[in-house]
């Protein structure tokens, strides 16, 4: 079956305006053009049209995504599997939160208590789904997928008190570390001081600690540009800064 542009439009839910652009972008051609200048559209591009709004949905840029569908390994099977993963995650996040709201109805109706772990249950789940799909690929790659689901694992189960402790030292972190990048001495007192406060926040997330594993992310700071972003924000130079500061703290400067 074929269709047109605002055929296929209609039964995918999206606007016409956006399979033209995704055509002049390069990440949807029609299949041909009708004597009558019409983009015509099969069943290959229709399939690629699910695997882009699969995608969307789940956040990934139009870059991305064109990197992704038009790459001659991909596998379309694959992906489907994979995001049926990604929607079953959803689903529990999602679940999570509702059960939340309705425990949260019900503690306000005075119908039952509710521990504060519970209140943050759902949203300790967020925040793993969030920095999931932000940095999960480059940090399974880079520690693995067990450390990574024994760190998930560890959020998950923070109480109120460890929540509180943490949410001081990251503020304490911060403080700490733009007063040591004003002296431009990793090696000072305070810049070692903001290291090892980064240590201790991180014992937080970590099942374990190591200072090779210490040393690899402050070098991630840097060669991602998302997490430089974050820390050069106020400071251009942070991230590089606060790098040196951890390898030295951990024995590992070059």
């Not at 560890?154 to 503020?171: F, G, P």
């Amino acid at each position: 079956m074929e269709y047109t542009v605002q055929k296929l439009g209609s039964l995918a839910g999206v606007s016409t305006r956006t399979l033209r652009y995704y055509d002049e972008i390069g990440i949807l051609k029609p299949a041909r053009i009708n004597s009558s200048g019409y983009r015509i559209y099969g069943q290959a591009e229709v399939d690629r049209l699910q695997q882009i709004l699969f995608y969307r949905e789940l956040g990934v840029s139009l870059e991305s995504i064109k990197e992704i569908v038009t790459a001659p390994s991909f596998d379309g099977v694959k992906a489907l599997r994979e995001h049926r993963e990604k929607l079953l995650e959803k689903k529990e996040q999602l679940e999570l939160l509702i059960s939340n709201v309705d425990k949260t109805i019900a503690l306000t109706e005075g119908k039952r208590n509710m521990s504060n772990k519970e209140k943050f249950e759902g949203f300790k789940k967020k925040m793993i789904d969030d920095n999931e799909k932000k940095y999960g690929k480059e940090v399974r790659e880079k520690y693995g997928k067990e450390t990574v689901e024994k760190s998930n694992a560890k959020v998950m189960n923070m109480t109120e008190q460890q929540h509180e402790e943490v949410t001081t030292l990251a503020e304490e972190l911060h403080n700490t570390l733009a007063e040591a990048f004003k002296t431009g001495d990793p090696a000072s007192d305070i810049a070692q001081k903001a290291a090892d406060l980064h240590k201790q926040w991180l014992t937080f997330y970590w099942s374990e600690y190591s200072k090779e594993a210490h040393a690899g992310l402050a070098q991630m700071y840097v060669d991602d540009e998302r997490f430089t972003a974050y820390y050069d924000k106020e400071q251009p130079g942070t991230a590089a800064f606060l790098r040196d500061a951890i390898h030295i703290y951990t024995g590992m400067k070059k």
